[in-house]
């Protein structure tokens, strides 16, 4: 799959966003239409060791059944051991231009929100920016200021060649204001896993 379609519905989850089984969940949104998955197991409620990869490994097969490319949230040790089609890194995470040497064929996404980090960021070593957050957030603890989809449309106008894919407080209300500003796609944790309806919410992504 080219990477700009594979960006296009970026669904991100690990079992502490969902209330029902992670695995049910990812199936339905295959099913609805998201065009890749990525495992982030994180925060206070996230599974850790034995159980992380074992879940892990779990949605890589369901992922590999329909072929969706399988990317890990910032995890060198499962990147290896889940063979993940990607990696996404954070500014704070490990730097792109050393992952690029220990994965030379795997796609590499880094999180920017801010001009001054997307100036300070390797760009020659990564495959595409998660721009945001553009809308204000609950789901990440951690989350920065919000930046708007203007962000987006400045990006692409300085690097109108990188993929870029919105994130941060996406839903199927504001998610195609994303897309005119000039992404790629949109990234969503909890428009997809607090859905009353997935389908109906993928098709409005």
């Not at 960006?7 to 966003?17: C, E, H």
């Amino acid at each position: 799959m080219h990477l700009q379609t594979a960006l296009r519905k970026y669904f991100i989850m690990g079992s502490q966003n969902c209330d029902r089984d992670p695995k049910q969940v990812l199936r339905e949104a295959i099913q609805a239409g998201i065009t890749a998955f990525q495992y982030r197991e994180k925060g206070s409620d996230a599974l850790s060791g034995n159980q992380k990869i074992q879940l892990g490994k779990e949605l890589r097969a369901i992922c590999r059944q329909h072929n969706i490319p399988f990317f890990i949230n910032d995890d060198v040790e499962l990147t290896e051991v889940l063979e993940t089609d990607g990696i996404h890194v954070g500014q704070d995470d490990k730097d792109a231009k050393e992952l690029r040497q220990q994965f030379p064929n795997k796609w590499i996404g880094l999180s920017v929100s801010n001009l001054e980090e997307l100036h300070a960021s390797p760009l020659d070593y990564v495959d595409y920016l998660g721009v945001g957050p553009i809308f204000p957030t609950s789901t990440k603890e951690d989350a920065k200021m919000a930046v708007g989809t203007g962000f987006i449309t400045e990006i692409k106008r300085l690097y109108p060649n990188m993929p870029i894919v919105g994130i941060g407080g996406i839903n199927t209300e504001n998610a195609v204001a994303v897309m005119e500003a000039g992404a790629d796609g949109v990234s969503v944790i909890s428009a997809i896993t607090k859905a009353p309806d997935i389908e109906e919410a993928i098709a409005k992504l």
